[in-house]
């Protein structure tokens, strides 16, 4: 037997490690022993040789431009830094022509692929504020993905309409939205939510919300925000709702494991526990973990590159993650959490992919393959 093999067999998870190996999702409970181990090396050799089998030696990104339409909002959810109410100092909502005028720019300097549009809770856009950039970017960029609105902007969204979140998602897909990213989850267990986003839509609402957009005809992205208040269970749990939903609609592409960014925001004030970043290992293990517990339903796993830096974003693809995600440029989230980097180029990525002895692919919206980029391409 080879030594990794019998460094599987003898640790506490190796029942588990071997069997995802073999193709086995790991059940709840083989989930949350994993969270609770410290074999986060095993965990990340038997989960990069998941994404391997899957993606080669090939690491995927895409060239984008994130828009923080509006800071605007009215949840208050103690992770975030980002937000100002209505009215308040520094409070912005971008108009039409600027929408049009960051995407053309990014198109001409960059030839970016997507537009991710994130935004507040701004009680006071219509709909059409978001139908008429929506049919903007599609009629003049149709190269670029429209990847938009999470679930609990498209619940804000039928909040000041008064309408339902389906027909919400059916106006905003007619209008020109592409597929939804997976922000607003956060964890999906509402004794979490109730502690860091009491005001935000609960863990049902997001999972109903992602369930009518992907019978919509609307892929999508999940995410999982870690690193606060959560415990090991939690994340289990999280996880399990995710699978269950993507057992039943097959709508998800990938899974975004990314940690809490603390600084500037109400729950370091509040919550000493929550003061400081998880860190490197956390971010390790949770990738593993991520590719262990879903490689069989979601194919990509991203490396989170933008609250833990580009050199974990690298260890990362070694640890299960198959993306590097996106450019972001013009990210104002995570910025202003004065994060160190909140927006790379792509000469930045195809180079740390390359480092680490990867082929640094080039992606659409939709995973499919652009172009492979740097020194692979001239091969
Ligand atoms: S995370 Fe989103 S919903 Fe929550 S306060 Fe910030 S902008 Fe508003």
């Known amino acids: 037997m080879s030594q990794i093999a019998e ?41 990069g040789h998941l994404a391997a089998k899957r993606f080669g030696k090939k690491a995927s990104f895409v060239n984008n431009i994130i828009l923080n339409y509006t800071n605007v909002c009215v949840t208050d959810c103690k992770f975030c830094a980002f937000y100002r109410p209505p009215g308040g100092p520094g409070a912005y909502t971008l108009t039409l022509q600027e929408i049009e005028a960051r995407v053309r720019t990014a198109r001409e300097s960059f030839g970016i692929r997507q537009v991710l549009i994130q935004g507040g809770h701004n009680p006071d856009l219509r709909i059409e504020y978001y139908e008429e950039a929506f049919r903007m970017m599609r009629e003049r960029y149709p190269e670029v993905g429209v990847h938009g609105l999470s679930a609990s902007e498209i ?10 979140t389906r027909e919400v998602i059916g106006r905003l897909r007619e209008a020109g939205l592409q597929s939804v990213p997976g922000a607003g989850a956060e964890i999906l267990v509402d004794a979490v939510k109730r502690e860091i986003s009491p005001n935000k839509i609960t863990s049902a609402q997001w999972l109903r919300i ?6 919509a005809g609307l892929p ?7 690193g606060h208040v ?17 057992e039943r609609t097959g709508g998800f592409m990938a899974f975004i494991p990314w940690s809490f960014e603390p600084n500037n925001t109400p729950m370091q004030r509040e919550n000493p526990s929550a003061a400081y970043g998880a860190g ?11 590719r262990l517990c879903l ?17 974990m974003a690298q260890l990362a693809l070694r640890y299960g993650a198959d993306d590097f995600g ?21 000469g930045r990525i195809i180079g740390a992919i390359e480092r680490m002895g990867y082929a640094a692919e080039e992606r659409d919206n939709f995973y499919n393959r652009v172009r492979i980029r740097g020194g692979a391409a001239a091969a």
């Open 7 to 47: 460094q599987i067999r003898s640790s506490g998870i190796g029942d588990v490690l071997e069997g995802a190996l073999r193709g086995e999702r790991p059940d709840r409970d083989g989930c949350l022993r994993l969270l609770e181990s410290d074999d986060v090396h095993l965990m990340g050799m038997a989960a």
């Open 155 to 164: 619940d804000a969204i039928a909040g000041v309409e008064g309408t339902s």
């Open 210 to 215: 992602m369930r009518e957009a992907h019978e």
């Open 220 to 226: 999508a992205s999940a995410t999982m925000m870690y």
């Open 230 to 246: 959560e415990s090991d269970r939690d994340v289990a749990d999280h996880l399990c709702s995710i699978a269950a939903l993507q």
């Open 280 to 290: 490197g290992g956390r971010l390790l293990k949770m990738i593993a973990v991520s």
């Open 295 to 311: 490689d069989a339903l979601i194919p990509h796993v991203q490396s989170s590159w933008l609250t833990n830096g580009v050199g």
């Open 326 to 346: 996106g450019t972001l440029i013009g990210e104002e989230v995570v910025s202003c959490t004065g994060a160190r980097s909140t927006e790379l180029t792509d």
